[in-house]
């Protein structure tokens, strides 16, 4: 049942309102000035504040102000008898969520608080959202190399210096990409994400710079790359190293002058893009090899990060398996599981070539196949061959 609470030094006003909404199945209170709606919501929860506008000590301007420091997610309709378009402007420039004219309409009340809370319901399920967005690029680990790792991301994250992250496979080197990003001054702005080794070398250029109507044979509409989504935002480009010169050219022109050029046009467009890299590979190497240009190398790695592999931080172990256990058995819908000490300790026996990645899927093996607390024979049974 949806908590309402009225706010009106008139009573005839306040009773006929909570009848109404009563009857509509919504728990009502009452406070009949500023200064007790106030300490009603410290004490109290509420979806949504019916708030008169003219009343003697503190006006319901100053209430809302007061609203905004101290609930500033609960929708307050403002009402008022005297009110004209300048109050219900400065109203809705301070925060409230609409306001209504006296008498008051039966209809548009109910209608107004139902949108309200409709309202109430997407910023709360916003907000899971964005937790368990952040949870999910949580750096698990209180390792040394972790520790660095998060040091690192904190004082890079704010500025708009480009990050070339390297490691092993399965490390988590788009998790510190998705970190810088989260900590950074872009986080309201796109993260725009593209796996060079996952996109044909042909067609690796249209997808970062998009192209035009019937610049090759399948251009059949114009379409924007990757650069002009991410715009204002951070562009991650993982596997870099597998990224084709030509691609690599245009890569360090749109770095130079941050602008570029869709595939068959002949318009610069200009772009604001932090570019955050990721490779696997031994970029200095591919250079030598005249497989990557060093000129690129050196726009792209104003800072370096190295992601270490798990191998060189297994004393992080115990806090993964826990996370990881967590965190599946809830996207499985399971009911919590534990692991035993000496399953740790067998754990830590591994060899894990595949980093985070195989771990990870190690742990999902293990709930799925083990009991309820994974024991040193669920070890053994379902993840020995990944034993030294």
């Known amino acids: 049942m949806s908590k309402i609470l009225i706010v009106d030094d008139e009573r005839s006003i306040r009773n006929t309102l909570k009848d ?63 009110g004209n378009i300048d109050t219900a402007v400065e109203a809705i ?35 899971v959202l964005k937790r368990k967005v952040s949870k999910k690029y949580d750096m698990i680990g209180e390792s040394k190399a972790i520790m660095e790792l998060n040091e690192m991301i904190e004082k890079v994250a704010p500025t708009d210096a480009r990050v070339l992250i390297t490691g ?7 998790l510190v990409a998705h970190r810088i990003h989260e900590k950074s001054n872009r986080l309201k702005s796109p993260f725009v994400e593209v796996n060079c080794a996952a996109i044909p070398s042909e067609l690796i250029e249209s997808e970062l ?31 870099i190293g597998d990224m ?34 990721a490779t696997n590979k031994n970029l200095s190497d591919e250079i030598e090899l005249g497989k990557f240009r060093e000129d690129l190398y050196h726009r792209l790695s104003v800072i370096l990060i190295k992601v270490p592999a798990l191998n060189e931080r297994l004393e992080d172990i115990p806090l993964l398996a826990q996370h990881f256990i967590d965190l599946i058995c809830n996207e499985m819908g399971l009911p919590p599981k534990s692991i035993a000490e000496d399953a740790i300790a067998e754990l830590l026996k591994f060899d894990y070539t595949g980093n985070i990645r195989e771990f ?4 999902e093996r293990l709930i799925i196949l083990g009991g309820k607390e994974i024991t040193l024979e669920d070890i053994k049974l379902y993840a020995g061959a990944n034993k030294n």
């Open 20 to 82: 109404i909404l009563s009857y509509e199945n919504y728990q009502v209170s009452l406070a009949e000035n500023g200064m007790e709606a106030i300490k009603m919501v410290n004490d109290n929860e509420f979806d949504v504040i019916l708030c008169d506008i003219k009343m003697p000590e503190m006006d319901g301007i100053e209430v809302l102000e007061k609203l905004q420091e101290i609930a500033f997610d609960v929708p307050v309709i403002m009402i008022s008898g005297h």
């Open 93 to 127: 420039k301070k925060g409230a969520f609409d306001f209504i004219e006296k008498p008051l309409d039966l209809n548009r009340i109910l209608i107004t608080i139902k949108n309200a809370l409709d309202k109430a319901v997407l910023l709360t399920e916003t907000k």
């Open 168 to 174: 092993p496979n399965g490390t988590g080197k788009e």
């Open 209 to 239: 710079f998009g192209h035009e109507k019937g610049s090759f044979t399948s251009a059949h509409k114009q379409r924007k790359g990757k650069f002009e989504l991410a715009d204002g935002g951070t562009l991650f480009l993982d596997e």
């Open 244 to 277: 084709s010169l030509s691609a690599q050219a245009k890569v360090l022109r749109a770095l130079q002058e941050n602008k570029i050029t869709r595939v068959g046009g002949d318009k610069e467009i200009k772009v604001n893009v932090r570019v955050i890299a």
């Open 360 to 363: 990870r899927n190690i742990i």
